[in-house]
């Protein structure tokens, strides 16, 4: 029987303070994943440590999958932040998105146990009903483009990077799981880019 708090819309932040608490709570969250299993993170101490009130926490995140797929949300946009302050590189489309990509698995098996929680929260949502699930891949994608400098895709380069972001998870899961090495799946992932984007279609700016 799913709790009542799952069952309710989550409100989006609208006012600078709404947004601030809204951002402390994401904070506080990835800082308790870091350092614990999905399980062993409860709701009231993810409040505590953001600040807020548990009714403030539930009105944004029904679910502790709603708050994790905020996070890795979050993760993403922070880390296109940071691309926008790095200089362009002069390499090809395929080493711009590897490089991407690399800087991506490196900053998420810095800390495995908020990685895990992020990803098994987006593996288990269905957008219907936890619509942030749809913005890990816009958000990526997007930037993914942009790296590789595409200012208008074709329908085969979006095909070409979901693909590719799809490749990437799948890697970083091995690695989680203990199945692969970091040098492995970045030795995968530079073979991928290399065989996938050698030949993207849309306007190179």
Not at 13 to 27: F, K
Not at 54 to 75: C, E, N, W
Not at 152 to 173: A, E, K, Y
């Amino acid at each position: 029987m799913p709790r009542l708090a799952e069952a309710r819309d989550a409100a989006e932040p609208s006012s600078v303070e709404q947004r601030a608490r809204y951002g402390r709570i994401l904070d506080a969250a990835a800082v308790l994943a870091s350092e614990k299993e999905l399980e062993r993170v409860q709701m009231h101490e993810v409040a505590k440590s953001a600040g807020v009130a548990i009714g403030t926490l539930y009105r944004y995140f029904p679910s502790k999958t709603h708050l994790f797929v905020a996070v890795m949300v979050d993760q993403i946009d922070q880390m296109g932040v940071g691309l926008t302050k790095r200089p362009k590189g002069t390499g090809s489309p395929a080493d711009a998105v590897y490089e991407i990509l690399l800087r991506a698995t490196r900053a998420l098996l810095r800390r495995p146990m908020l990685a895990t929680a992020m990803i098994q929260s987006a593996a288990t949502s269905n957008a219907a009903t936890i619509p942030d699930v749809a913005k890990i891949d816009q958000h990526f994608d997007a930037q993914l483009l942009d790296a590789a400098g595409i200012a208008n895709p074709s329908v085969r380069d979006t095909t070409v990077i979901r693909l590719i972001v799809s490749l990437w998870f799948g890697l970083i899961q091995s690695s989680l799981n203990g199945r692969a090495s970091i040098p492995e799946i970045e030795s995968d992932l530079r073979i991928a880019c290399d065989l996938l984007l050698a030949d993207l279609t849309g306007t190179v700016r």
